[in-house]
Every structure is written in structure tokens, then in C-alpha cells.
């Protein structure tokens, strides 16, 4: 909207007494007897044939002098010239030593016997205004037709501004020098490489023909904008800014983009992908070209969010086009630009403006008065042909689909089309299409053959197989077959072995992930506890420091040697492939956690004892990782179950999200795809129908993951006898079983009843062993032995076990005896 937009100023105003300017004519027009034709200002655009071309953007002080040294600059350079006088008149460029840094200029003379003319070269001498770039800067010293000995150097601006003068004023902050207020400050800076004198040889590069290609313009433009009052009309392209600043490591931003202008028609591109340009069509009205401005400037992104109140836009860079409209169009335009679809596809666009009006026209349509479905169908048929033989598959998809809407029972516009779609990898369609085919005319060997390569495109090799060999059957003289059978075990084998490499070197990356991030953990931990320990015991603090790096080293090779012992542990692609797939044990967030690479004799940590939580929930619950055939993270408490599933990049919402569940088992995958992304049975039964089962999409995640959550069977959580049991084993009845304690039992989902009935034991329980402690502090040692040995008898005995310890009733019966 134009109130996005500051009004440009009037550019031809009426004074008083005089008439209104005319417009510039182009570039090679004949001028008006009595006018003088000026210069035209550097950076302001030039005319090829009808064509105004801009390619620098011009600088609000686009030329000066100090010292002799004249200067010429655009936003992006500044360009040199200094006439050598003196003894330096007749000097060559090999006499010459020119460095440059990034914020300094050094000419100095380097010949013997040309010493003496370096007070000459003074002027050229100093530290420049702003930062340069030297890679895209050179020089030259030539002799020109007047006999003037002109010393020439461009240099390239860091940033796109304008100078106020060449040669810094005041303080450089470059030349302060380092004064260390602490021995931590004692050290100088380490300059960098731009930032120190490099000599610099003489030469101008040479242009080459075409300009490189730099970056698309899907990468760089983030958003449009435009706005208009009478007389001009603003359109602004915002960029992205790290995709921005990566083009402009290689170019400068003032030569990464061009426009092209012409008094109807409009192109902005990116130099070097000219074919594909951002904006290409046609003005709403007439314009003048060569009174076209352009800038780069900041602005605040267009957002489709509100803003909050008080809250500051965000303000990227954007290339500004200001058009001034002709006298006969000064109205409001209904839009400014009417773009040209099929010029804006990639490649598409003419090279030369001028003859964009020629692609705009089409060509006229024959007249189908009259015309029948058969008609139609030849048409639209030889279109999709023509459009096969170029490989234009799209196109031709499109010309079979219109055909076949004429003559929807023709089994051949059926075969065609699924022909494009698998060479467009559509293979689902390209399967509907072969059956439907095969449906219309069941003897035709070909539909069989669309049927088999749909199939093998989805990796259905059995089917496709079947396919090929129903095709055979039908026409057994045809060799082709063969190669068929060939190819799709071919195919086949290929995709196991790169989905076995696939998974193993998936599997070493996790594993290499894994280990750094528990040496980090393990040194941290054990350089603190060390350290705290040593000063505890009265050590100094470089003791303790020598004394906590060494138990850093301890601790990395602790761990380093239960990775190894956890790999040997792990089944291999080339071993075992139906054997149940390794876990990972981690936080939440998929980091390791500290239980990861616990091992004993019994595997993976093994407590034996489980942790009860009943105020609150355990505070560094583990996850276990598992491949089901996808990535899942799962946890769980008492009474319920926790899951986080990672989703390909192709999801976008849930509605592209298939979750069914059972008692028994579950199956997660996306809508229209028979592959699963995780599927497997329960190890226990859950409730589908909970009253906390739930599942959604977090936001803001790449790659998307979806969460889960489900209550676990209420005639296991009811009938339990020890709440430490409810804890599973693993969660699928294929996994490699948990060690035992690994999760800690959190009491807080269950029931509210039942917790208030578990806190009510335990309280019980408490109460009796602190009663039983009281008593027992009234005991003597012998008597407390006694009893200790009568309890152990009773559990021996109950248990069927012929261990007794000896009591004093025991002794007093032997000694009757």
C-alpha cells in the first residue's frame, strides 16, 4: 500500500515565469538547437537501443578532488586518477609498489634510482575513508593521447554508502595502540588478514563476457513491495539477509543487480541469472525510462502478522525502483506491474527486454466452431505429443489430461499419461493411470509394462514383478521382458545396499554424537568434582588444577571404553538384520543423558531398585531412542506414556499425519504413503480411548516431530500389587529389553485416589519403622540380635530354606536335650 511508502518528491516542477522541462531524450538523439548535452551523472543508467539499463547506483557525491588526486564514486567504488608530475612522469608501472589493507593505501617507489620521486607519490598515501575490499580492487599506470603520465585505481567499497571524502579525517581506530589494563589484556589482538598491507599488481582485470552467475533469486528475495502517488510509481524487492551477505562475499552488492526499463515494460534480475529475473512485465501505464532512480535501502519487512503495540518492525535491506510516470499516465495505476507468468519461469525470461512484447503475444487459436470430442482429442493429443518429444513432461501431462477429458475411455491417453508421471517420479499416479488402463483393455501387454514401472518406481518390487510378468504372459515373443525382470533386481539390490550403508552410517553418526557429547559431560563433572574436592583437602589451586585435568583424562578414557564395550554390544547391518535395533538413552531433548553409558554385568544400567516420586515428577526422566522403522523418543510413568516421533520434511500440518492406535499396537505415518513411519505392537495394552490420550505437532520444529500421549491399561494400574511394576521393560514386545531401575516410577499421574491411597500406606509404613526404631533404642544389642535372628528364621522357613541362625531359645532346648 502507498501509505507503507515515503511520497517521493515532484521530479519536474513548474517555476513561475517558466515552462515545465522536457523530458531527457535517450542517449544518441538528436538535441535541440541551442541546448548543450551534459554528461550524464556517473552510475545514473545509459540506453541500449530502446532499452534504459541501470547497473551502478549513483552516489549523492559522485565526484571530487583533494590533492591533485581526483575521484569518480558510485555506492559500491571509487575510482582514482592522479596525473604523475616531476621526476615520476616517465615512470612505468614496474617502478611502482602499491599495497593496500582493508582502511590503508601505500604507493611507494621500488626501482633502483627511482627513490627520489616518492615525495611525488605523497598524495597517494594515507588511510582511507572507509573499508575497502582488495581482492576486487586493482590499478594501473598508463600514458594517455595528451602525454599525461595517469596513475588509475579503483577501489572497491566494504559497505554500500556514499563517501564524504577519500581520505580518513581525525583518529583512526586502527592506529591506536594496544595498552593492556590487566595481565589478560597484556596481549595484543591478532590482525587480520585484511587488515595487513599486501602488495597489489598492476593490471585492470579483464570484464568477461556474461556476468557470473551468483545466487537465484528464490534464495535472495524475501518479499515485494509497492506503492504509488501520481506522478511515480515505488516497488520495493526485500532480501534475506544471511543469503544477501553470502552473495556479497564473491561481488558487491552494487554489482549483484541490474534493471532493465523500457517506456512499457519492466525487468529486475540478478546479474549472471538474467533468464530468470525477479520482476518481468508490463507497466500499467507509459513511464519515462531514463528518469528511473534506484537505491538500496533499509525498511521495515512486510509482515502478514500484526504488530505488537510498541513493539519496533524489523528493518531489512531492499533494492528501491522509483518510476516516474509519463505526463499522459500521471493517474493512479490499478497495479503497477502486470507480470509475464511464463517469462518469470526459470530460464524462460528473453535476454533482451525488447523482446518481451513478442513472447506476450500468442498466436491466434484456430476456430473450433463446430468442433466434435474427436477434434478436441487430436489436438490436445498432438500438443502432449510435441511436448513428449521435447521432454517437457509436465506440459505433456497436462495436453494428455485435457485430451482425455474428450475421450475419457481411450486406454492409450492413459498410458501416455502415466508415462509423464513417471518420468516425473509421480509414480502413485502413474499406478492409477496403468490400472485404469489395464481396467479399459485387460489384453494390452503395454498397460501391464506402465503398471510394472509404476511399481518399481515406489520400490514395490514383488508387485512389480508380477506386473512384468503379467505383460509377458500376454505377449511372450518380446525379449524386452527380460531386461525388465533384470533391471527391477537390479534396482532392488541397489536400494538394499544403500539403505544398509544408509543405516550404518546413520548409526556411527549417532554413536560418534553420543560419545563426544558424554566426554563433555564426563569432563565437566569430573573437572568440578575434582578440583572442589582437591581444595577441600587443602591443596593449592594450581595443584588442583593439575589434579582436576588429570581427572578429566580419567573420565574421557572411562568413557571412551564404555562406547566401546556398548558397540560391541550392538548388532551390525552385515550380522543379524532381524535382530531388534539398539537404543539410545537421552534427555528430551535428544542430548545425552548421564545414564547413556552406565554399563554392568546385566547391560545397560541396571539399579535393581526403582526411585518412587509422589510430591512431584522425577526431574531428569530418561528417554530411550528406538528406530520403529523411524526415529522415536519415548518415556513413560505409572500410568502413562510419552512418545516424540520424528516426521520427514514434506509434513506441513497434522491433516498430513495418519496416527492409528489400538490396545495393542500403534502405526504412524503420513496421509497417502503405505510406508510406516513407525509401527510396532505394545509390550503391554494401553487405553486408546484414555482420558489423556492426545497428539499434535510441536511448532517451530525442523524437522517436524509429532508428540504423543497415552494412558496405559487401567486393569494393570487397578489390580497392581507394587507400583514399581507398572513401570515396561521396553515399549515394543521386539525391543531389546531396559535395564531394571533405568526409569524412575512417577506416582503423580495416577489416579487421584489411588495416590491418596499409596501416600497413606507409605505413611503407615513410616510410621512402623520409626515406632520399630524406637523400641529397638530401648534394647539391648543382644536382645536386638535375637530378634533379628527369630525374623530371618521365619523368612527362612516360610520360604521352604533349611538356613537357621542360632537364638537363645535354640541353646536353651539344646542344653535340655
Known sequence: PSCLLPAPPALLVASPGREMLAPIAPAGAAVAAGASAAPAALGSGFWDGQVFKLRDFASTLPKGSTKNVDYVQTMGKVQLRYVLGGEAADAVAQDLCVEISCWELKVRAVSAGRTGFD?????????????????????????????????????????????????????????????????????????????????????????????????????????????????????????????????????????????DIMERYLKVFIRGDERSPILMGELAGACMPDLTRWEVVKAEAPDDQPQEPGKVGHFVSCLQITIAKAWESRKHWPRILLE?????????????????????IRPASPDRTGWGPAEHTKESKAKADACFKKSDWRDAAVYYTRAIGYTPEDEKLYSNRAACYIKLKKFEKALTDARKCTALKSGWPKAYFRQGQALRGLQRWEDAMVAFKDGQFRDPANADWEKEFEKTEDERDKFDTALKEQRRLRREADMTTELNEATVVAEREAL?????????????????????????ELAKQRVHEMAAKKKSMMVEDDNETNEPAPYRIVQEDGTVHPKGFCHTDKGTYYMGMVVMNAEK????????????????????????????????ESVKSAADVDV??????????????????????????????????????IPDEKPPVLELTVDKAAAEVYTTFSYGTLLWPRLFNDDVVLGEGLFEADLTDLPPHLLEKWRREQARSNQKSLDDRERRKRLTEEEVMEETSRNWNDEFARNGMPTRFDTNEDRRIENVR
Not at 522403522?629 to 506414556?641: F, I, K
Request: glycine share 8%.
Open 119 to 259: 615525495g611525488c607519490l605523497a598524495a597517494l598515501n594515507g588511510d582511507l575513508h572507509t573499508d575497502v575490499r582488495r581482492e576486487l580492487s586493482w590499478w594501473t599506470l598508463e600514458k594517455e593521447a595528451n602525454g599525461d603520465n595517469v596513475f588509475t585505481m579503483e577501489l572497491a567499497k566494504r559497505e554500500h554508502k556514499t563517501w564524504n571524502a577519500l581520505w580518513k579525517v581525525g583518529m583512526n581506530q586502527q592506529r591506536k595502540s594496544h595498552f593492556g589494563w590487566n595481565p589478560q589484556q597484556k596481549k595484543a589482538p591478532i590482525k587480520r588478514a585484511e587488515e595487513m598491507l599486501v602488495r597489489v599488481r598492476a593490471g585492470k582485470p579483464q570484464k568477461p563476457d556474461k556476468d557470473p552467475f551468483i545466487i537465484n533469486r528464490e534464495a535472495v528475495c524475501a518479499g515485494l513491495e509497492d506503492g504509488q502517488d501520481e506522478t511515480t510509481a515505488v516497488i520495493r524487492v526485500h532480501f534475506d539477509r544471511p543469503a544477501l551477505e553470502k552473495a556479497c562475499e564473491s561481488v558487491c552488492l552494487a554489482d549483484l543487480f541490474g534493471v
Open 340 to 360: 509475464n507468468e511464463s517469462a518469470l519461469e526459470r530460464e524462460a525470461a528473453p535476454d533482451n527486454l525488447a523482446e518481451l512484447p513478442a513472447k506476450t
Open 528 to 552: 568440578v568434582a575434582v578440583a572442589e574436592h582437591a581444595l577441600k583437602l587443602g591443596k593449592s589451586r594450581q595443584e588442583a588444577g593439575e589434579l582436576a585435568a588429570k581427572g578429566a
Open 617 to 648: 515428577p522425577p526431574t531428569n526422566q530418561p528417554w530411550v531412542e528406538v528406530r520403529h522403522p523411524g526415529r522415536l523418543r519415548w518415556t513413560q510413568g505409572c500410568a502413562q506414556l510419552r512418545l516424540k516421533v520424528t516426521l520427514p
Open 660 to 697: 492409528k492406535i489400538t490396545t495393542n499396537s500403534i502405526r504412524i505415518g503420513t496421509v497417502g504413503d503405505a510406508d510406516p513411519i513407525v509401527e510396532g505392537e505394545f509390550e503391554r495394552k494401553v487405553e486408546p480411548e484414555g482420558e489423556n490420550f492426545a497428539w499434535y505437532l
